[in-house]
Structure formats: C-alpha cells, structure tokens
C-alpha cells in the first residue's frame, strides 16, 4: 500500500471531484457516512456521551457531518468548535448551517474557555486538525489537549491525530493530541509508522471513501507499507523438478567465543526459508556445538579456537551472511577487511561486522552491489552519522544507500527498508520480538532468500515480512514475554503457509466501505 504526502492526497482529491463530477462537500460526506459506519458498527446505537471536537477547516467539517448523522440515528452527542483562527472552509459552513438546521447549537471554544467535564467512559472525536496542520498550535489548544487527555476517554481521531504533522516530527508532545484509534481516509500515513511518531496513535485503520483508483495507482509514492499484497508478486514457488543445488548455497560467516548461538540461529533460520545448502565459517570452539545442533548444515572452521582470524573458503557460497555473534578482536577486523575486498557475490553484513564497516568507512567501497546492511538505530548511527529526527534519518540512509549502492534494512518497532530514494515500511512484528537473537535469525532469513535467487532488495523485503508474521503468529502461543528467536525460526513455516491465507472480511464493514 502506497504512502501518500498530504500534497498528493490533496491532489488526489482534485482529481476525484473532477472526474467524478461530485462537489467537495459530496466528498466530505462520503467521508462523514464512512466514520459514521464504523462508530454505528461498533456502538449498535449505545448512549454512551460522543464529545465531537470539531476545527474550522474540513478535518472540522468531517466532524460536524459525522454529528449530523450520529444525532439523526439517536446517539447522545455534544458538539465543540475548536476555534483557533478566524477562517473557515467553504464546506465547514455548509455542515454548520445543517447542524443548526437541526437545532444543534455547538460551543465554541477559545483562548481562556472553561474545557467542559468529560467522563472516563465517554468518547471524544478529535477532528480538530487534519492534514491542513502547518505549524504548532497556540498553547491554549495545546491546553485543551491536555485537558482531553487526562479525561482518560476514549479518543477516536478523524484522519490523523490533532497537532501531528505528514511530513515532520512535532516539537512538543503537548502540541498533538493522543488518539487510542485513527481512521485514516483511503491511505495511512508515514508518521503513523515512526518511532517519534508513531506513538501519537495506538490503533489505525483505513476508510475507503472513494478516491479515484487510476490516480491512486498511477501516482508514484517515496514510501510504501509492505504487507502480503506486496511480498505474493515476487514469491518463488518451489519447483517440481529441482534438487538442493537449485536453492543455493549459503554461508553464515560469525561466532566467536561465548557467542555461537548467533551462528546457530543465523544458520538454522537460513535452512527454514529454504536455503539448498548451509554452510558455516566459525572459530575452532563451535564446531562440536554447531555439528551437533543443526546437523543439516555444514562446519568449516578457522584455525583459532576463539575467533575468527581468516577466512580462506574451499566452496563458492551462492550469497554470505557476515557478522553474527563474531566480535571486534583485532584479528577478526582484519580478517573480514581482507575477505571483503576479494568477495564479490551477494552479502548480508550484519552486527559487528557493520560496526567494523562504520569503523572503517573505506570499506565501503568493497562491499558488492546491494549488499544489504541490517543495523538497529545504533549501527546506523555509526554508519550513517546522527539525525535531526526520524525524517532527517531516513534522507541521511536514502543518501547513504544511494551512494553505496545497499540496501538498508533499519530494524525497529516497524522496519523500514531503504533502497536508492525509496522506502519500504513493514507492517509484521510484535513487541515480544524485542529479544535476544532475532536480529541472528533476520540475518539468516534474508541470506537464504537471497541463496535462493531473489533480488536482495526482494530478500530483505521478504525476509522481513515473514520474520515479523512468524513472530506475530508464534506470539499467539508463547505471549510477549516468553517468545524466544527460537521460537521465531519454528513460526518460519507457518509464515511461509500464511501467505497464502485468504483472510476473512467482516461483511458488514465491507458494506460500509461500499
Ligand atoms: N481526501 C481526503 O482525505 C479528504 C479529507 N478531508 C478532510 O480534510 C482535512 C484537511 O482539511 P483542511 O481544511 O485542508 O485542513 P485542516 O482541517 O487540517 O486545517 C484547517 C486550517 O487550519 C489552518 N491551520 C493549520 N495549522 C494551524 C495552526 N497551528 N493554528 C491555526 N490554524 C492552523 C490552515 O489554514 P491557514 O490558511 O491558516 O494556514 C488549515 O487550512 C483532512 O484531514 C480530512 O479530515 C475531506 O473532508 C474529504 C476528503
Ligand atoms: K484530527
């Protein structure tokens, strides 16, 4: 699913009123009649008070048509105008005047208001602001979010969260009002994905309202959400008549002394998604515990018992994964500096061979064409230098893999793929993957693919899809708390079997988005 700027939605709903020959206020309550179902969905008609704080633009005019429609189904509404500047849109008025129409009169709020008494079990919909933001509000708005938050209701925003800008992080968190859910017209937005912004919202979900689908489709974005809709076109079926050489040869490269269960993990999660062969290059110590723990693969050993201190292969691995569990001794950064610069073949550089790289930035220039790079936030800092904010970071990593030729795979909450000037949001993953060695296994995973003959941007995509829906399907069983990396190369499966799942709609939102 494509993520749109605010610029292009705007031109996306220019588009629509032309083609579709409606007005904007037609479109405004396409809008209004969506938000409406999904309340009318879930409330079944409940007198639980709707506080609708409404702005003076067209965010504000969704909120006063969705209180049109909730009063004329006899739902226990309370209507507030935001009034924080002097102008009003042309279709604000309009729902105004068919507000008092009806007779209801809203209060309007200003600088110095008494904020009105709202209980813990009653609703607020924030359609104050939309994606018209376009700098801070005034401190007494910022007041009046405050107030609403600490009500502790239930906030439901119209569109985005109030105070949260599209395309920039808000100084202050006072300035943006915290929903507990988001309905998102026709697209959602990046800030609802980034760690300095994500927060704003717990819960998102999309509202169809008809935007014209050509435009939609043809209209190029910088970043997208991947989901299983965009990993199905590029999977590889397995063929009937191939053998282990098909699915090529991977070899994990790491482990040093005390850390040789990342090898393990990188290995055997590298088998899991379908890797021919595994192969890997360790120090003396792991050969009895890693012959032992995954006979499928294979052991070569350096001559140091402790570390690795050169890499001499006797086999030609189809794609690498370099760096797990391996350390930073003096020997192992030589060793890996010599390597690379003779290594021409697909590569996954991963932990300390990423610091070793972001230590000695020469080494750049070694590295294969699109070698992918897995950092968290802190080996990323080392490569790419400190941001401004999580929008800074992502140019500074579009720059970086633009002018190193790699692909990015910036792990988090929702990890961000960057290749060349685009990026690719996942959608996969759960909070209980904040454990050690699923970064081991991700390494695996995208080798293997990689092994197997997908493009490396396609393996770092897919690869972080199935770990994320492994660890999203595993969690059903274990909890946050008690899922281990383990855990996640067993979900490998599953994951893989999931993809094609045909989920089950709920019927009746889909007669709601019709
Ligand atoms: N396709 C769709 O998604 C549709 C969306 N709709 C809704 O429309 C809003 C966007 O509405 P818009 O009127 O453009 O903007 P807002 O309602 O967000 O803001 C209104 C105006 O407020 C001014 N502004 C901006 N920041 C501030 C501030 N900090 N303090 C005071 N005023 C501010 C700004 O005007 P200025 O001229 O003063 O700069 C805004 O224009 C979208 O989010 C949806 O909810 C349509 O209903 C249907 C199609
Ligand atoms: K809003």
């Known amino acids: 699913m494509k993520l749109f700027t605010a610029e292009q939605v705007y031109a996306a709903d220019k588009f629509t009123i032309e083609k579709q020959n409606i007005t904007s206020d037609e479109l405004m309550e396409r809008a209004a009649i969506q938000l409406f179902n999904w309340l009318h969905l879930r ?99 910022g007041n009046l979010f405050e107030h609403l938050e600490s009500t502790k209701a239930f906030v439901l925003a119209v569109d985005i969260p109030s105070g949260l800008f599209t395309e920039s992080v808000p100084k202050r968190e006072k300035d943006v009002l915290k929903a507990n859910y988001t309905l998102s017209f026709q697209v959602p937005k990046l800030v609802f994905f980034l760690p300095q912004t994500g927060k704003y919202t717990v819960q998102w979900e999309v509202l169809d309202i008809g935007l014209d689908k050509q435009f939609l489709f043809e209209t190029d974005t910088d970043y997208s959400l991947i989901g299983k809709n965009e990993i199905l076109p590029f999977y590889r079926p397995r063929e009937k008549y191939s053998h282990k050489g098909t699915y090529g040869h991977s070899l994990i490269i790491g482990g040093s002394y005390g850390k040789m269960g990342a090898v393990q993990l990188a290995a055997r999660s590298c088998l899991r998604v379908g890797s021919g062969l595994v192969t890997v290059y360790i120090p003396k110590c792991g050969y009895i515990p890693l012959q032992t723990a995954i006979p499928e693969a294979m052991v070569i050993t350096d001559n140091e018992d402790s570390h690795i201190s050169e890499i001499e292969l006797s086999i030609e691995p189809t794609a690498v994964g370099l760096g797990v569990g391996m350390g930073t001794k003096e020997g192992t950064s030589e060793a890996i500096a ?32 699109q070698a992918v790079l897995t950092p968290h936030p802190k080996e990323l800092e080392r490569l790419i230098g400190s941001w401004k904010d999580d929008f800074d970071k992502l140019e500074k990593a579009k720059v970086f893999s633009d002018k190193h030729d790699c692909v990015l795979v910036i792990k988090g909450a929702h990890t961000i793929i960057i290749y060349k000037n685009k990026g690719y949001v996942n959608t996969t993953g759960n909070p209980g993957m904040a454990t050690g ?26 690869g972080v899809y199935l770990h994320g829906r492994s660890g999203d399907i595993t969690v059903e069983n274990t909890g946050y708390q008690a899922l281990l990396a383990t855990d996640v190369i067993e979900g490998i499966g599953p994951a893989f079997l999931d993809l094609f799942k045909v989920e089950e709609k709920v019927s009746a939102e889909e007669d709601g988005n019709e």
């Open 43 to 141: 409330m079944q008609g409940a007198q639980v008070k709707i506080h609708l704080f409404c702005g003076i633009g067209n965010n504000g005019g969704d909120g006063l048509a969705l209180a049109r429609h909730l009063q004329d189904h006899g739902y226990n509404i309370e209507v507030y105008v935001v009034n924080y500047s002097k102008k009003r849109s042309k279709d604000f008025l309009t729902n105004l005047e068919r507000l008092k129409e009806r007779k209801i009169w809203p209060n309007f709020l200003e600088e110095g208001s008494e904020w009105p008494p709202i209980k813990e079990e009653e609703i607020i919909v924030d359609a104050i602001f939309g994606i018209g933001l376009n700098r801070a509000p005034d401190e007494w708005v």
């Open 338 to 369: 010599n390597f690379l610069k003779d290594y021409k073949r697909p590569v996954v550089v991963d932990a300390d061979a990423l610091n070793l790289i972001a230590q000695h930035k020469d080494l750049l220039k070694y590295l294969p064409g």
């Open 437 to 462: 060695g699923t970064g081991d296994v991700l390494t695996g995973m995208i080798t293997g693919l990689i092994a197997q003959g997908y493009e490396p941007l396609q393996a770092a995509l897919l």
